[in-house]
């Protein structure tokens, strides 16, 4: 009755990783893994829309930025840049924190690792969608002035004196 349990089992195991599915068992930590990574896709994907539509209303909304289309593009360009710079920076800060956790081999380890770059990721979507809002409530003809304090907040480290 043991041998059949135990073929029973190899036999189950054996199906579960086979080919037909690529999923790890459930609430391991690669299958969490793989879960937030799915959602940090998501977040990057949100905050790249969300910058676009940004970029949309300050070159359909703001009269400074629409007077010259270098000041459009150059504000545009830098928030692109900005944007670069932070994703690297939070990649840097969960590696650090990944590396600090323990040894490479442990797999909850990573996952807290990539967990850490959907939460920097989810926080910096909201930024982003709280700078979008903040544009979107701005009237048509408004000065420079009114709509630079909607993105003050994408340069939080700056800010922070």
């Known amino acids: 009755m043991r041998q059949i349990l135990i073929f029973f089992a190899f036999f189950i195991a054996a199906n579960a990783y086979s080919g037909e599915h690529s999923e790890w068992p459930s609430g391991s930590a690669m299958d969490v893994g793989a879960g937030i990574n799915k959602e940090l896709v998501s977040y990057q994907n ?31 360009k830098n928030i692109k840049a900005n944007q670069a710079a932070w994703a690297t920076y939070a990649n840097a800060e969960c590696e650090l924190l990944y590396k600090l956790e323990g040894p ?19 926080n910096r979507l909201r930024q ?11 009237n048509k003809g408004e000065e420079f002035y009114s709509f630079q304090n909607c993105l003050y907040q ?6 922070q004196q």
């Open 104 to 122: 490479a081999w442990n797999t909850w380890t990573s996952t807290r690792a990539v967990r850490c770059n959907a939460g920097q990721a989810y």
């Open 154 to 159: 994408l340069a939080p480290l700056s800010l």
């Open 46 to 76: 949100s905050m790249n829309a969300t910058i676009n539509r940004i970029g949309f209303l300050l070159k359909s909304a703001c009269t400074w930025c629409t007077n010259d289309g270098d000041d459009y593009y150059d504000l545009l």
């Open 128 to 138: 982003l969608k709280r700078a979008e809002r903040c544009l979107q409530r701005k």
